[in-house]
């Protein structure tokens, strides 16, 4: 992997003393100019030193009363996490607030309901990079705050316990994976129902990838450490038992790679959120569905045709069916929703639309949307911007934002999800 040439840095003046009026939207804080200070809180007074607008912490002289000790050893080395020294409920305040105004420059008000917040050691997905090591182990983490250099870890207070206690078995893992010299590979881990689901991506292929032995080697590693399957950017290296996790009324069986939720309990709350607003109606569709996180929970309500991207995630999600006898039907397409938005004239019998696309957000579709007739849409978004932008779009045609819901499954970091739900 190449790396970008380094950003010229501005030159270091004498440390100074600076008060911090807010928290940015990195999280870091905020002083006078701006000047940002990462792991500084309002209202405490602190010494800095740096060149340019992007400070270095040196010593906190007044320390907020909101301030906490971080529950992780990497915490300040570790780009991971940029908030851990914040208390839970000043912290989740100016998650919210941060949510509140990006709807409001798209001059959207709506009702704000009680943010969920994700519990410490519940995250089932991570993406760990690793680098050469020594002895077998290779060194693994995340990458360090501005940098692309590697904070090797030994705990993880985000994932879950089954995740941390795999740490040393994975940094045997991928230990094979540095025959050639530009490879950099990234472990994503999902926690499955059977167990740890490993896609690696970032192994040098143009060489002809891992040689047989890289891969015996792999193998027997993951044996030993009792996972449930290992794949190279998709392609199968290992496979004791197939990874599925229970969605709703479905057994899911993973395509690797596969789109879950971050944490269990916000998948919980989003779907019981999403199915409490379609309650009534009498056509669903789901669209940028994955694998049936909310398909299978609304196809208890009514019809659905949902579409994804992704061919092996419907795949997936129509293998499972079968698992779920008593649903509604559910007609499920492989579309791209961006070169093909389900059009308003393909909705003229749907009454209810959920929505959950990547980061960039729906546009295209949620024009159609705002030409349809359907009554009720329910938009699901881990960027609250993008989210903005489509819902001005849906109120412009007609619609109204009732309620919003946030959602922080990302702790201690500055992103923040949301479902919300307009009405005609």
């Known amino acids: 992997m190449r790396r970008p040439p380094p950003r010229p840095q501005a030159k270091a003046g004498p440390p100074v003393e600076l008060l911090i009026e807010a928290v ?31 400070l270095r912490l ?36 100016w998650k919210v607030e941060r949510l509140r105004d990006t ?4 001059h959207i008000e709506t009702e704000i309901l009680p943010a969920f917040a994700a519990a410490p050691a519940s995250r089932r997905r991570v993406a760990l990079h690793a680098r050469s090591g020594s002895r077998g182990v290779a060194r693994l983490g995340y990458k360090s705050r501005k940098s692309w250099d590697l904070v090797d870890i030994a705990v993880c207070p985000i994932a879950d316990p089954a995740i941390e206690a795999a740490l040393p078995a994975l940094k045997r893992l991928a230990a094979p994976l540095f025959e050639h010299p530009k490879s950099a590979p990234t472990l994503h881990v999902t926690l499955t129902d059977t167990g740890l689901d490993i896609d690696i991506t970032g192994v040098e292929a143009k060489s002809g990838g891992l040689s047989a032995d890289a891969r015996m080697q792999l193998a027997e590693r993951a044996a030993a450490a009792d996972l449930a399957r290992v794949t ?5 290296a290992f496979l004791a038992r197939a990874p599925s996790v229970r969605l709703g009324p479905a057994r899911v069986s993973l395509p690797p790679g596969a789109f879950l939720q971050a944490t269990p309990g916000a ?53 499972a069916r079968a698992s779920a006898p008593g649903l509604k039907d559910i007609a499920a397409d492989a579309r791209d929703l961006v070169r093909r938005p389900m059009l308003a004239e393909e909705l003229r019998k749907t009454d209810v639309a959920v929505f959950d696309p990547p980061r960039a957000g729906a546009a ?24 903005a932008r489509d819902a001005r779009m849906l109120i412009d045609a007609g619609f109204r934002l009732d309620r919003v819901l946030p959602v922080d499954q990302f702790l201690w970091s500055p992103h923040m999800e949301l479902v919300g739900v307009f009405s005609r």
Do not use: K
Request: with cysteine; charged share 20%; net charge negative.
């Open 103 to 106: 709807l409001a420059r798209q």
């Open 267 to 319: 998948e919980a709350a989003m779907a019981a959120f999403v199915a409490e607003a379609a309650g009534g109606a009498t056509r669903i569709a789901d669209l940028y569905c994955g694998v049936g996180t909310f398909t299978f929970r609304l196809a208890a309500i009514a019809p659905v045709q949902a579409a994804d991207f992704a061919p092996a995630a419907i795949a997936a999600l129509i293998a």
């Open 58 to 93: 040196l010593e906190v002289l007044q320390a907020s009363p909101e301030r906490i000790e971080p529950p992780c050893p990497h915490f300040h080395a570790c780009g991971g996490c940029a908030l851990q020294h914040w208390d839970h409920a000043p912290y989740l305040d």
């Open 24 to 54: 940015g939207g990195e999280g870091d804080g905020v002083a006078a100019g701006p000047r940002f200070v990462p792991f500084t809180l309002p209202g405490e007074r602190v010494r800095a030193e740096g060149g340019g607008d992007r």
């Open 364 to 387: 295209e579709q949620a024009a159609e949307l705002a030409r349809s007739r359907v009554a009720r849409v329910i938009g699901i978004s881990c960027n609250p911007a993008t989210f």
């Open 232 to 236: 190279l950017a998709g392609d199968m």
